[in-house]
Nanobody, 115 residues
Framework: QVQLVESGGGLVQPGGSLRLACAAS????????MGWYRQAPGKQRELVAI???????NYADSVKGRFTISRDNAKNMVYLQMNSLKPEDTAVYYC?????????WGQGTQVTVSS
């Protein structure tokens, strides 16, 4: 089992920045891709960004150029730097890890972008 704990969410004004962090623990050996997903009220959960163990990244079109995903394999951490935040970025953000085809989720952290 892999346990994921997110932190760093909160309330921010439009144009502001936040940095999310996700700590993985438990059976972390063999984790390949880690990523961030989000779910806004009344909407389906969607991919925000993903990073492989080798450092390859992929982003949703809506966040390209504004968000940056990074990873510290030694510390079993994944981060999401979010800049130029917009009200439409408001959602619960979930950390995800893929280990040998099994997917694990964190409990989520709320990000609210509002003036």
């Amino acid at each position: 089992q892999v346990q994921l704990v997110e932190s760093g969410g909160g309330l921010v004004q439009p144009g502001g920045s936040l940095r999310l962090a996700c700590a993985a623990s438990g059976s972390t050996f063999g984790i390949n891709a880690m990523g961030w997903y989000r779910q806004a009220p009344g909407k389906q959960r969607e991919l925000v960004a993903i990073i492989t163990s080798g450092g390859s990244t992929n982003y949703a079109d809506s966040v390209k150029g504004r968000f940056t995903i990074s990873r510290d394999n030694a510390k079993n951490m994944v981060y999401l730097q979010m800049n130029s935040l917009k009200p439409e970025d408001t959602a619960v953000y979930y950390c995800n890890a893929d280990r040998y085809g099994f997917r694990f989720w964190g409990q989520g952290t709320q990000v609210t972008v509002s003036s």
